[in-house]
């Protein structure tokens, strides 16, 4: 049961609490931005306003707002919440949670709403500890996560749950949320001002990311606070000022996620750009790669693989180039080999596009894998065997004009055509017209 002491204890840990902490919204109305997931006609809105809340697992980046909703919860339900750790938590931890809470239900029908932060963290078995609980409704789960739900967390448990996506803020939430912390009484409580072009420097060192930019807004403050000390003739609010902000956050920190889903959504962009045929998309997303600490290899495989999938025959220089920028990264490495990584991206991004080499083997591999089975030519067969005399006339090429005859080398049943569908554009093209008119012609 809490106390007045109890209270005092709480007070004075938020006292002492980082302002990130302290300025959690307390209600479903001061949570800035995700209005998709939380605006009023949205599902989770109503939910925790009528508290009739089910369970939840809240997934997005980190500072999107998933512990603040869980507070926010914890602050409107008449339900008791509490809390188990993903990270040192155990599976006898979430068994006392659920005894405890069916020991509720049993007593007078109360509720019991289990906070998991991080619920990927969870081990596959203690995940599997909680799915009868869930399913009975002996605990209401509201799991937060950064990682992809559906990949991290057990089918099971996702099926008796509604997965709520949260986004990255958008600039103007964060400077929202920054000017609010200046003011309010639980924040810097209007001490300090902000100095021409801060709010702006804050906002874009953040990323997105809410937590950091109050974070940065706290550590600003502190530098502030120790400048104006040094100066005894200042009475006026401490000012916060755009090269503080440089000097506590000198280098801007783009979120990026080796191997995760922000991971595959870069290398995606990246490769579609150079697909698309813009060269400065491409050379944005690599460099949010190199960045956030990815293997070179890793992108100059995906520049060699993009040069025979999307470019092919329409410039095959353009595998040449993708093979030089993968060696040259095996032998400089970074950071020198960025340039040639740049190089080779731009090429690639230039270069004209036919995507008939992977059409074109995916289509035969198609015959092959679901087709009929397809004799070999007799006059195509090898001829070291026995009874090799009685197979068909073989045409050699280079005995005839042009080194080439009209001789039939597809099996019977597929015509030319079948698999190969030349691109209209580059090499490609141009050799295909030669060829057609040259054997026209004959």
Request: a negative charge; glycine letters at 8%; aromatic letters at 8%.
């Amino acid at each position: 049961m809490d106390t007045l002491f109890t209270e005092m204890e709480n007070q004075a840990k938020l006292a002492a609490a980082p302002l990130a902490v302290r300025m959690r919204p307390r209600r479903v109305e001061d949570l800035v931005g995700q209005e998709q997931a939380l605006g009023p006609k949205s599902w989770l809105y109503n939910a925790i306003s009528s508290d009739t809340l089910s369970s939840v697992i809240l997934y997005g980046p980190a500072g999107t707002g998933k512990t603040s909703i869980a507070h926010i919860i914890a602050e409107s339900t008449r339900a008791v919440f509490v809390e188990v750790s993903a990270v040192g938590g155990t599976v006898a931890d979430l068994r006392r949670e659920i005894d405890a809470a069916q020991k509720r239900i049993l007593l007078n029908g109360g509720r019991t709403i289990l906070f998991v932060d991080e619920i990927h963290r969870f081990s596959r078995s203690q995940q599997d500890a909680l799915l009868h609980a869930v399913e009975n409704r002996t605990v209401i789960l509201v799991g937060a996560t950064t990682e992809n739900p559906y990949f991290e967390v057990n089918s099971a448990l996702i099926s008796r749950s509604r997965v709520v996506e949260l986004r990255s803020l958008a600039d103007e939430d964060i400077a929202t949320l920054v000017t609010r912390a200046v003011s309010d009484p639980r924040g810097l409580n209007g001490c300090y001002t902000l100095g021409p072009g801060a709010l702006d420097a804050i906002v874009l060192v953040s990323a997105g990311d809410a937590r950091s930019a109050l974070t940065t807004l706290e550590l600003s403050a502190t530098f502030a606070k120790n400048t104006q000390a040094t100066d005894p003739t200042q009475d006026a609010p401490a000012c916060i000022t755009q090269e503080m902000v440089g000097l506590v956050t000198p280098r801007q920190g783009l979120p990026y996620d080796k191997n995760k889903d922000m991971h595959y959504d870069i290398v995606s962009a990246f490769i579609k750009s150079m697909r698309g045929g813009d060269p400065d998309a491409a050379l944005y997303w690599m460099a949010r790669m190199l960045d956030g600490g990815e293997d070179p290899k890793f992108i100059a495989r995906r520049i060699y693989i993009l040069a025979s999938e999307d470019i092919g025959n329409a410039d095959p220089q353009a595998l040449l180039i993708a093979e030089a920028a993968f060696k040259a990264v095996e032998v400089i490495g970074m950071p020198e080999c960025r340039i040639n990584l740049s190089q080779a991206v731009i090429y690639m991004a230039l270069a004209p596009k036919s995507n008939a080499a992977e059409a074109a083997i995916d289509a035969a591999l198609h015959e092959v894998r679901t087709g009929p089975k397809r004799e070999v030519p007799s006059y195509l067969r090898d001829r070291h065997r026995p009874g090799s005399e009685e197979y068909g006339a073989y045409l050699y090429p280079h005995n005839f004009p042009g080194h080439w005859v009209n001789q039939r080398y597809l099996p019977e049943g597929l015509e030319q055509g079948c698999f190969y569908q030349p691109g209209e554009t580059g090499w490609e093209a141009y050799r295909t017209d030669a060829v057609r008119r040259d054997r026209q012609g004959r």
